[in-house]
């Protein structure tokens, strides 16, 4: 299992390194998926809110569009994606 909750901005980054490292079978969970921006506590105070948003939306679109994943929303305050890599005999 690979848990995304660190710096917002790199969160293409985690995936882009994580990825290669997930079992097929394996969960990639990405936290404050929906958090629009408002990061709360978690931001670092001269972060630039807008650059921090377009990074998660970027790490969502390429999860969302990986023939690879199998995809889920956990509703949760700030919204989990949830996904689990493919094994290569799942249909």
Known sequence: ???VDGDKKSYPSYLRLGFPLLQ????LIA???F???DFGAESDPDADPQRE???VRAYAGAVGRS???FSAFVATEA???VRRKKHPDDR
């Open 1 to 3: 299992m690979l848990f």
């Open 24 to 27: 097929p079978g394996g969960l």
């Open 31 to 33: 936290d404050d998926a």
């Open 35 to 37: 958090a629009h921006g």
């Open 53 to 55: 948003t377009r990074a």
């Open 67 to 69: 023939p690879q994943l």
């Open 79 to 81: 919204g989990l994606l």
